[in-house]
């Protein structure tokens, strides 16, 4: 997984966590978008704002600070980093959301048609590894 977080000239005290379209593509699931998600702890997000006070933005009390394709959020619909990062797989320099949060983290956004798709996807590689075949 190619991510450089060296663009932000940030030094993280916890590993962020990869959620979105990136963790999709980790998984094996679809092509990700140009952008990067991110939750992180509230310490360095608390620092990110500090460093790009002008690149943040709020969405229904979600805040995110957006720089260099990166979209860095403190939460995700309340739920927040430590909540999130429950069984994520470690990588050198991030954590990739697990495969059951993401699941979680696309039903609460169903709504939106794109959001639905992935929820299918994600269900669909669950049932295929629970009974190890192809539907």
Not at 29 to 40: E, F, H, N, T, W
Not at 44 to 71: A, Q, R, S, T
Not at 80 to 87: E, I, S, T
Request: hydrophobic share 40%.
């Amino acid at each position: 997984m190619d991510i450089d977080l060296a663009k932000l000239n940030f030094s993280f005290t916890s590993k962020p966590l990869l959620i979105g379209g990136k963790a999709m593509d980790y998984y094996g699931l679809r092509k990700s978008g140009a952008d990067i998600d991110l939750v992180v702890s509230r310490q360095d997000h608390k620092g990110l704002i500090e460093k790009y006070p002008d690149n943040v933005k709020d969405i229904y009390g979600d805040i995110g600070v957006c720089e260099f394709g990166f979209e860095i959020w403190n939460q995700i619909c309340t739920f927040d980093y430590d909540y999130l990062k429950a069984g994520a797989n470690e990588e050198e320099d991030i954590l990739i959301i697990s495969l059951e949060k993401l699941l979680f983290l696309k039903a609460i956004a169903m709504n939106i048609p794109k959001n639905l798709k992935d929820l299918e996807l994600i269900v669909d590689l669950i049932l295929k590894k629970a009974y190890n075949k192809d539907w």
